[in-house]
Nanobody, 116 residues
Framework: QVQLVESGGGLVQAGGSLRLSCAAS????????MAWFRQAPGKEREFVAA????????GYADSVKGRFTISRDNAKNTVYLQMNSLKPEDTAVYYCYALTTRGDYWGQGTQVTVSS
């Protein structure tokens, strides 16, 4: 079993920044990639960003390119999402996702609210 624990959400004004963290723990495992998704009220969950664990290759949704940066700390089994120039439409619950040698897992989510 692998546990993903997110932190760093909160309330911020438009134009501000937040950094989300997702720490993975559990029995010995290796991650193939980790990603962030988000779900706004009344909308489906959508992809935000992903990072390959082996080579740090990254990918982003068009809506966040140039504003969000995903990164990882191998030693801490942690992935980060630096969110800059936040917009009200970024308001959502942000979920961490990991595809590992023990299967795929989701975190519990962290709320990000951007006020206009």
């Amino acid at each position: 079993q692998v546990q993903l624990v997110e932190s760093g959400g909160g309330l911020v004004q438009a134009g501000g920044s937040l950094r989300l963290s997702c720490a993975a723990s559990g029995r010995t495992f290796s991650s193939y990639f980790m990603a962030w998704f988000r779900q706004a009220p009344g909308k489906e969950r959508e992809f935000v960003a992903a990072i390959m664990w082996s080579n740090s290759n990254t990918g982003y949704a068009d809506s966040v390119k140039g504003r969000f940066t995903i990164s990882r700390d191998n030693a801490k089994n942690t992935v980060y999402l630096q969110m800059n120039s936040l917009k009200p439409e970024d308001t959502a619950v942000y979920y961490c996702y990991a595809l590992t040698t023990r299967g795929d897992y989701w975190g519990q989510g962290t709320q990000v609210t951007v006020s206009s």
